[in-house]
Each structure stands twice: as C-alpha cells, then as structure tokens.
C-alpha cells in the first residue's frame, strides 16, 4: 500500500529524522491505517515553508511504502532515439518549447531541425556581457535571444501553475537528468540558477545532436515556405537568413514548430503580412522592476526569524480599479537584468543564482493589461497595418523606447518606490544589482496614466500585505513589459495546427497558449506528441 502524508513542522526539526518519523507514523495511526514500523518506508516527496500568520512552518510530503518496496521510477526519464528519414520536423527557436519538442520527437524517432537566431550559451555569454560593458545590444545574442531561450540566463524558476497541461514531474525529471540539481524533484518551488541552466541546456543539445537532430545557430527564420495542399495554404518549409553573413537557406520538412518566445516582433510581423487571420490580441502586462536589500523582505516575510532560512520569496496579487496588480517572477537574492532584445529599447527581467545569495530581492510588479486598455493611437496603427491583433505589441514597443529616451544607453530609467508614490524625480538612488547602471526618472511623467495609477493603489495595498514593502530602500527599474506575450497566434484546439496555416505549430509562450519555462517546455512536448502520429 501507498499513502501519501504530510506533515507540519517548526524549522528547527528538519534535520531530526526520529521526530519526522513518528510524526509521520502519528498521522498514519490517526487516519486509521495500519503498519508496521520496520515493514514501512518513507520516500520524501516535497516541502514548503509557510510564513503566513506569523510564524515560520514547514510542510513536509511524503510517499509511504506499506509492505512494500517503493518503487524506483521516481527518477525514471523517456527513452530517446537515434533519428529514422521517416520525418523531419523544423523546430524555430531553441528555448524550453523548441528544446522539449526535439527530445519529444526523438521519442519517436523523428529528426528534429532547430533553427535558432542566436548563438550557442558560450558565445551569448559574451554578448550579454557587452550589455553593461559596452552598452551594446546584439539584436540575435541577448537575454532573449539564443540558445536555450529567455530562460538560459534566468533564475530558472521551475514552477508553474499551470498543473492542468502536462505532467510537470516528467519536465524536472529530463531537466534533473540534464544536470539540474535532483532538489528540484522535491522543492515545492524548484530553480536551478543561471549558473547551472546553461550547462543543462548544453547537455541538451549534446543529446539531440548525437541521436541525429541538427542544430543551426546564427541562422534566422525570415519566411514561410507555402503551398497549396488539397485547397490549403500549407507550410512545407522555412526561408532563413545567417545573422552574419546574410547568407539565406531553405529548409523543407514534414511539419514547422513555431517556438520563437514572445520577444520576436519580427516573427509576428511576419505571420501579420502572411496571414493576419491567424493572430488574435490578448491580456499581458506592463509594470517595473522593483528591488529591495534582501534582509528587507527577509525580515518582513520571516517575521524577524531569519536565522537559517531560505533567501524569502514573495507573491502578491491586489485588484485595482478592475484590474490585476500583481508581482510576476520573484528573484530572492537575485538582480535586475537587461532584457531587450534590440539597442532602440530599454526592458529589465530578474533572475539569481542557484544560492540565491545577492544582496538583493526583485520582481516585476505588473498592471493587467487588455486588448481594451490599449491607447487607440495604437489600435489605429494596427488596423492601418492590415492585422488589429498587432495593437498591444505596437503599445509595447513604444514604452521600450520611451524607456530607453528616459534611461541612457542601457542605463534603465529609475525612481525610489517613495518618490514615485509622492510624483517626484528622486534626487539619489541606491546602490542597484542592474549592471548597466540607472538614471534617475520620474516614472509618473512618461508612462500611461492607467498604468500609474494602479501602479501607485498597487504598492500601497501591497504594502498592507507586507508591511515594510514600501520603504525609502525599495527600488523601481523600468520598464517591465515582457511578462507575456500581447498576441496569441491562433491554433485549433484539437490539432494544435495554426488555423490558417496548415503543418504549422505554434508552441510556447510565443504562441500565447504558455507562459514560463516549465509550462512552455510541456506546451512543446505536447504540440510534438500531436505530430508524431500525422
Ligand atoms: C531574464 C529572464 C528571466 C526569466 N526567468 C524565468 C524563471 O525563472 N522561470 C520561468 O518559468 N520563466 C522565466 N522567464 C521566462 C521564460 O524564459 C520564458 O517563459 C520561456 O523561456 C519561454 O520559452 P519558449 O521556448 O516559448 O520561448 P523562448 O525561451 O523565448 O525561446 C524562443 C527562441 O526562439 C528564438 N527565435 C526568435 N525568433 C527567431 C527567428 N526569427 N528565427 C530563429 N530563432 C528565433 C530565440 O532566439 C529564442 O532562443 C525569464 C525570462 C527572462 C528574459
């Protein structure tokens, strides 16, 4: 028999394994099952602080094995394959989408083609480091852009809501396989860390590589390769450009991935000219970054009880004005980091490394933002373009370069949390973990009205939540707009094929249909699986 129980218990116990046993062992008695204690084996599961009503408790899960072994396919991962010339799948975009589709197909011995702008992790290493050396923006090789997607160079938080669309043990299974830290089976709010992430995602390819997948770096997708197929416009094929020498390829296969992440205006650009019909607008979000010294939330999350304790999280969510308020990839201990994807525009993210250990704690806080929020200047643009769906990212693109007027370089434009609140240009700012440097900016001045006002009701009511939130120390770092994606690229709900575009697949959070690393890699493992049995 196999019953799962959890147990709560106070920090200090973690380690006294007697204590959780017969804790356990209490629960199992007190829902009236019977064991023995030597024929009955615990197999951790999963633990979870909780820091609510003012003390700090841990919640511990375990699977318990009643006269029987436990099983040892916890850890197991899917068999992949050398590749069969049955079928060649396109994959565009090598982020958790394109990557967790490729090892999918391999499953079924399906040769994957990954075609990707940037370069590969050692290289866009360098490139993110220009960044802030040399305020230079590499429009394929960013934070964005290149090998192992938006992720790469992330926190790697490995959490999703999104329970309901896959099996995301299966996920941090192949990742845990891959080099992540086997933690991250057990944490209930797993992460890597950038300075493990890359090495995952190299072994990745590594894998994809040897069983017969082709990698293509440096090499962009510019266009469809469309035909006619039994009355429909169907896609057999790519046109792409090599970033550096210009020099234009076509690749033809079975069936395109289209996992391109949500930072590929050229991308929807491109679908708008082909095949306007096929993007819809849809919800995202606009906010700032905000920092604070890691003690700070520390303290107010732990009550003052800090000694020993992870480096504190944070989620909050408020509703102002029939709107979302809320704070969106929470980096304890991390930075702020240069996100753009384009040396016109200015756009910050988070992340941190697997010890979490910065001296500071960030996350964007967000306003909802929907189709009906966008400024008509832009809905009018959009409609004058031949595709509406396009308003948002037109409203999207414009906050990134009012960013980049307002900031320098890639100096990001900046105000003390309090400033801001009282509408006024901060006459210092403190010392920040966002290397490219800030510049002191009344925020109030340049973003929208509707944005702003529920920015500043946001961070009061926050405060209410977390008492201390709002304080002289606490940074905002704009601007925030790449939270998700404002155009969903439509696909039948059944197939998962574009609904204009035949044998195209959107996947991932380009797609409009996932956000987030995990939920994105099950979106491409499904979209995978549907082609497997064309
Ligand atoms: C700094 C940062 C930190 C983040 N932290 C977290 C986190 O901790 N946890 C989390 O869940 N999520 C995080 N995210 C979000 C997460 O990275 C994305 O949700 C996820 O990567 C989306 O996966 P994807 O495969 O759909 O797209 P992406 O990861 O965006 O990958 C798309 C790929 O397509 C390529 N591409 C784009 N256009 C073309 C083209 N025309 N031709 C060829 N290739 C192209 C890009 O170069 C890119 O590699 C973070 C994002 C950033 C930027």
């Given at each position: 028999m196999i019953k799962e129980i959890t147990i709560t218990i106070n920090p200090e116990d973690e380690k006294n394994y007697n204590r959780l046993k017969t804790l356990v062992f209490k629960e199992l008695k007190q829902n009236g099952i019977k064991f023995t204690a030597e024929k009955t084996t615990l197999v951790f599961q999963k633990k979870s602080i909780d820091a609510r009503h003012g003390r700090v408790k841990l919640h511990l899960r375990y699977k318990v094995y009643i006269d029987e072994k436990p099983a040892d396919s916890e850890d197991a991962v899917p068999v992949w394959k050398k590749v069969s010339e049955s079928k060649t799948v396109i994959i565009i975009g090598s982020g958790p989408a394109g990557l967790f589709a490729a090892l999918r197909l391999l499953e079924d011995e399906i040769k994957p083609v990954i075609i990707e702008r940037g370069t590969d992790t050692t290289s866009r290493r360098k490139d993110i480091a220009l960044i802030s050396t040399k305020n230079f923006v590499n429009a394929n090789s960013n934070y964005c852009f290149g090998e192992g997607g938006a992720g790469t160079f992330s926190d790697g938080k490995l959490y999703t809501r999104s329970n309901k669309r896959g099996d995301i043990g299966r996920i941090l299974r192949i990742f845990a396989h891959f080099g992540a830290d086997k933690a991250i089976l057990t944490d209930a709010h797993p992460h890597i860390g950038t300075d493990r992430l890359p090495k995952v995602i190299n072994n990745m390819r590594n894998k994809i590589i040897e069983l017969g997948g082709e990698f293509h770096f440096n090499t962009k997708l510019t266009d469809f390769i469309i035909e006619e197929c039994k009355g429909a416009e169907t896609v057999c094929g790519v046109m792409t450009e090599d970033v550096i020498s210009g020099e234009k390829t076509e690749f033809r296969g079975d069936a395109v991935i289209l996992a391109t992440g949500h930072s590929a205006t050229d991308v929807y650009s491109l679908i708008a000219r082909t095949s306007p019909a096929a993007l819809e607008a849809k919800t995202f979000a606009v906010g700032v970054r905000v920092e604070h010294p890691r003690k700070l939330i520390d303290n107010i999350q732990y009550h003052g009880k800090t000694e020993g304790m992870p480096t504190a999280e944070y989620r909050v969510t408020v509703q102002e004005d029939e709107r979302g308020v809320y704070s969106f990839c929470m980096c304890p201990g991390g930075f702020v980091v240069p996100s753009a994807s384009g040396d016109e525009e200015i756009v910050v993210n988070g992340m941190s490394a697997a010890?979490?250990?910065?001296?500071w704690s960030n996350a964007a806080i967000v306003v909802e933002t929907r189709p009906e929020d966008i400024p008509q200047n832009f809905v009018g643009e959009a409609e004058k373009m031949g595709c509406p769906a396009l308003a948002g990212l037109l409203f999207r693109t414009d906050l990134e370069k009012k960013a980049k007027m307002n900031g320098k370089g890639q100096a990001a434009p900046a105000q003390l949390l309090t400033d801001f609140l009282a509408n006024k240009q901060s006459e210092t700012l403190p010392e920040t973990s966002y290397t490219p440097g800030i510049t002191a900016s009344n925020l109030n001045e340049w973003l929208p009205p509707h944005i702003c006002t529920r920015l500043q009701k946001g961070f009061r009511d926050i405060d209410k939540k977390m008492h201390g939130f709002v304080s002289p120390e606490a940074l905002l770092i704009a601007v925030e707009t790449r939270t998700s994606t404002p155009v969903r690229i439509l696909r039948d709900g059944e197939t998962m094929e574009c609904t204009v575009l035949k044998r195209l697949y959107p996947a991932g959070e380009g797609s409009g249909y996932a956000g987030g690393i995990v939920s994105s890699a099950m979106d491409g493992e499904k979209v995978a699986n549907l082609i497997a049995f064309l």
């Open positions: 010890a979490r250990n910065s001296k």
